[in-house]
């Protein structure tokens, strides 16, 4: 597609299960970053990508936030035992190398009841 | 500690009229610095990128100015329409020596409402 997409857009979990948010990049992007917003906030760094690996996961809160990328291309932010302080927007934002521009998704909304 | 303030917090204005956001910042060592503008629902998106030595840069309606002694930027909009209501964040890229890319400081964002 043309631009970053995630899904799902909204997701309404209970507190102490578990989620998985995906993340599309823009085709040809290497770099892939994660970010929550909480409300009336900017967005906060969690996790960045480089390729495959985890370049710098330094935002991540807990060991209960883990994302994947296996393959350079399509990420995964995963959540175990939420709870509900967890709820907010998750961003996905990919990097264009040649000027270094990230470019976000639309969010994906959790809410843990 | 690297922060970026934004003020005001929010602002009404009326349709047609103009107004300016205002960011300050603290990044060092500062690679650039972005306004992204944030409607409801959505992700950021880039309206201005400035690096060190440019003072202003204009997109359409929207005028961002830089002063890199001082460590402060504005973001001007002329002549205001109803769909520059949005949430408007001031972003500055750190550069960390070694890595792959900059680190993204964000603000907290003004959050813009214009009246008709």
């Known amino acids: 597609g043309a631009g970053v997409s995630q899904t799902p857009s909204n997701k309404v979990t209970e507190k102490g299960k578990y989620v998985e948010l995906r993340c599309d990049p823009i085709?040809?992007?290497?770099?892939l970053y994660w970010y929550r917003q909480s409300l009336g906030q900017g967005p906060e760094f969690l996790i960045y990508?480089?390729?495959?690996?985890?370049?710098?996961d330094s935002g991540l809160p807990n060991d209960r936030f883990f994302a994947v990328r296996p393959e350079g291309s399509v990420s995964t932010l995963k959540i175990q035992r939420t709870e509900r302080g967890d709820s907010a927007v998750y961003l996905c934002?990919?990097?264009?190398?040649?000027?270094?521009?990230?470019?976000f998704g639309p969010g994906t909304r959790l809410t843990v009841l | 500690k690297n922060q970026v303030e934004q003020s005001p917090q929010s602002l009404i204005i009326l349709e047609g009229k103009n107004c300016t956001l205002q960011c300050n910042y603290t990044v060092s060592p500062f690679s650039n610095l972005r306004w992204y503008k944030q409607d409801t629902g959505r992700g950021p998106v880039s309206l201005t990128i400035m690096t060190f030595s440019e003072n202003t840069k204009s997109n359409g309606r929207y005028t961002a100015t830089l002063d890199a002694d001082t460590k402060q930027s504005s973001l001007h909009i002329t002549a205001s329409q109803l769909s520059d209501s949005a949430s408007y964040i001031c972003?500055?890229?750190?550069?960390?020596?070694?890595?792959?890319?900059?680190?993204?400081?964000f603000g907290a964002g003004t959050i813009l409402r214009v009246k008709s």
């Open positions: 990508f480089q390729g495959t690996g985890a370049a710098d």
């Open positions: 085709s040809g992007h290497t770099a």
């Open positions: 934002a990919s990097r264009r190398l040649a000027d270094n521009e990230q470019f």
């Open positions: 972003v500055v890229s750190a550069i960390i020596l070694g890595e792959y890319g900059n680190k993204l400081v």
